[in-house]
Nanobody, 129 residues
């Protein structure tokens, strides 16, 4: 059974940093692209970033480019999201999700949430002074 568990969220001041972790079990991470998504109250879920399984290519939403970095450690079955220069508008519940199979590369490149198969429970990130 695939399980994804996010951690690392919390309260941070504007301009601060956080690193989220996504620990995966029940799957061989080498075969999966891993995306990060977020959802703020009253808003739709938004794709934040994705890292491919093959060459480690990364993709980012325009709103986080230059501030967020995603990386993966397949040996440790963990994917990370380093978030710098955080803004109040980054406040949301952050989820990691996994995708494999035929649509994997497309889903990752477009950070399309409906195509991701397995989801974590989320971790709250609050950016406030």
């Amino acid at each position: 059974q695939v399980q994804l568990v996010e951690s690392g969220g919390g309260l941070v001041q504007p301009g601060g940093s956080l690193r989220l972790s996504c620990a995966a079990s029940g799957l061989i991470l080498d075969y999966y692209a891993i995306g990060w998504f977020r959802q703020a109250p009253g808003k739709e879920r938004e794709g934040v970033s994705c890292i491919s399984n093959s060459d480690g290519s990364t993709y980012y939403a325009d709103s986080v480019k230059g501030r967020f970095t995603t990386s993966r450690d397949n040996a440790d079955n963990t994917v990370y999201l380093q978030m710098n220069s955080l803004k109040p508008e980054d406040t949301a519940v952050y989820y990691c999700a996994a995708v494999t199979g035929y649509y994997r590369d497309y889903a990752c490149g477009e950070i399309k949430s409906p195509l991701f198969e397995s989801w974590g429970q989320g971790t709250q990130v609050t950016v406030s002074s």
